[in-house]
């Protein structure tokens, strides 16, 4: 009789397969034991593991702070619709009426500086209220509390509590409503998370889709530190109190599929990164649709952009090294004043099918175009230009999206 005796190192990768296979897992939020938030559930992941969640509102964040799957087995967070919520209703009881409609807080915020009562805002009746204010553009000052009009806010700064160097401010929020109108009965909300999905440290091998993140008081997606093979697909950013999306340090990622409407910008990308975004409609954003800087390297494929805010583009570079944008087949509909992108000093634009519609790019860096329509002329002129597919553009565009 002949034994078929099988290699020890073929036993060892046999055993090792069925052992990776077994370790994937679906964590469901809420429903599983070691999963009672998303924080938890992502938490416990581990490289293959598909954290869910279900097709509702989520008062949560998603974090990820080192966070790392494998190559080829990454984890990922399918929200299947869910919208992560940054806002919560304000409690009456902590608020004083200090005039007839007036209402003051002086402990609203546990932790306030300049950067996040520049981003602040109000939802009032489902209407956010950021009283002519952004993060990133021109700002109104604040009101004094007593010229208020129903259905305003203001904050006032007591200056003799703050302690240098740290950057915490103290003050007073001011809430004005109608006559005779009830704080419980005003459903005003506040925004008290920072981002609906947020990074920090180093992080891995993730896979972010089929999500919304509205009303933190900061982005909707802040992506801080290093990240490597990272993948947002159909993903959304409405109304956050700064960026729909944004990059810092040495990030790395790509979007495909991203809606950002509402915010203080569209995108905004920073430090090193380096960054991919495909299929994206941005619109009624406040102070820049696209902002991109520093030593980047960014590239935007199949976008349509409906510009309102006071920038439609801003690329711009700094002293020790170029940013780079690459624009391929993107549409910008500018339909407010003033009516100019810019490519600054140590920027560079290469441009490919674009259409720039009701705006001029002023370049100051370098810009490389090809078959690129500006306001319905050849770009460069005397060249051949076929510009955006609006056709295809137009598909980009939620259903329900109204100008």
Known sequence: MTLNVIPMNKITIAL?????????????????????????????????????????????????????????????????????????????????????????????????????????????????????????????????PEVLEPGEWTFVKDTSREKPPSKQIYGSFYLKLPAGQKLADAAIRAPVRSAGVQFGGENAHLVIKNLT?????????????????????????????????????????????????????????????QTSYKNIFLAKNIGFDLYFLDEGRYTLTNALVISTAQHPLSITGTAKGECVMQMRNVFIRRVAEPRMGSVALRAVLEARHCTFEGMDVKVAGSAIWDGCLINGKAFPEGGHADGADLKELMKLMPKDFKP
């Open 16 to 144: 090792s397969l069925v052992f990776t296979y077994a370790a994937a897992r679906d964590i469901h939020v809420g429903k599983d034991q070691d999963a009672p938030t998303i924080v938890h559930a992502i938490k416990a992941a581990q490289p293959g593991d598909t954290v869910h969640l279900e097709a509702k509102v989520y008062h949560e964040y998603a974090g990820f702070y080192g966070k790392k799957g494998e190559s080829g087995k990454p984890i990922t967070l399918d929200g299947h619709g869910a919208t992560l919520e940054g806002s919560d209703p304000i409690d009456p009881t902590q608020w004083t009426e200090v005039a007839p409609g007036l209402f003051a807080n002086d402990h609203l915020v546990a932790r306030n500086d300049d950067a996040i009562i520049g981003r602040w805002f109000f939802l009032c009746n489902g209407q956010m209220n950021h009283m002519g204010r952004t993060s990133k553009g021109r700002s109104a000052p604040f009101k004094k």
């Open 213 to 273: 993140a509205t009303h933190p008081y900061n982005d909707g997606f802040n992506i801080h530190g290093d990240c490597r093979d990272v993948v947002f697909e159909n993903i959304a950013a409405i109304e956050c109190g700064d960026d729909g999306i944004s990059a810092h340090e040495s990030a790395q990622y790509r979007v495909d599929g991203f809606v950002s409407i509402g915010n203080s910008t569209g995108i905004t990308d920073t430090g090193t990164a």
